[in-house]
């Protein structure tokens, strides 16, 4: 099975600078897709980002970009301008093309954004 | 579009007893997921269904849970007896399999069922 490890269980940014949250994924598989959710305190989980594996160039919504090295296999968020409406638990997670529709997800990243 | 709704939002049992959760996924969405979600932790699948059929349900602890999707709509996740270690929220999501979708690959979660075992 794959695993997507997120290897930061905390972090924080100051409001208006930009934070990189980090994820690595295991795979043998060429065809894959890469998600990040945001699921903010007691609220619905969200998705932030996509990116396609056969894609090489970075997704990008608005504020936040993503670092993806095939490669390296290496899939990490980047959040310019931190906003207070930014903290939440963020997740990584992979869902390949070969396993029915089935996502993997980290562990997750807690963001605090400070005022 | 209407999302995915799932109730009750908020359940409080004591150990040993029965407690059932219901979940209508997002219309057309083929693909129906039941997550578990202990504080702290990211989502663990349960059970994931197409149409009515399972497609993976290797991680469902099969002698307290059981589910079902009847009809390829609304799913019913079962715990019984609970145990004090089911304290967890449990997430619906769905996906479309249409490749022509725009949202094709993207899961879209309900807002939960938070559950207390006493």
């Known amino acids: 099975a794959q695993t997507v490890t997120q290897s930061q269980p905390e972090m924080s940014v100051q409001e208006a600078e930009t934070v990189t949250l980090s994820c690595t994924y295991d795979t043998s598989e060429s065809d894959y897709y890469l998600f990040w959710y945001k699921q903010p305190p007691s609220r619905q989980m969200i998705l932030v980002i996509r990116q396609e594996a056969y894609k090489q160039q970075n997704a990008t919504e608005n504020r936040f970009s993503v670092n993806f090295q095939k490669a390296a296999k290496s899939f990490s968020l980047k959040i310019s301008d931190s906003q207070l409406g930014d903290a939440a638990m963020y997740f990584c997670a992979y869902r390949s093309e070969n396993t029915g529709n089935q996502f993997y997800f980290g562990t997750g990243t807690s963001l605090t954004v400070i005022p | 579009e209407a999302g995915v709704a799932q109730s009750p939002r908020y359940k409080i049992i004591e150990k040993r007893q029965s407690v059932a959760f219901w979940c209508n996924p997002i219309s057309g969405h083929a693909t129906l997921y039941w997550y578990q979600q202990i504080l702290g932790q990211g989502p663990k699948l349960l059970i994931q269904?197409?149409?009515?059929?399972?497609?993976?349900d290797s991680q469902l602890p099969k002698d307290r849970f059981s589910a079902e999707r009847l009809k390829g709509v609304d799913s019913t996740l079962k715990i019984q007896p609970a145990k004090l270690e089911d304290s967890a929220v449990y997430l619906c999501a769905s996906s479309s399999l249409g490749r022509g979708t725009s949202t094709y690959n993207e899961q879209f979660f309900g807002p939960g069922t938070r559950l207390t075992v006493l």
């Open positions: 269904f197409q149409n009515n059929g399972v497609v993976d």
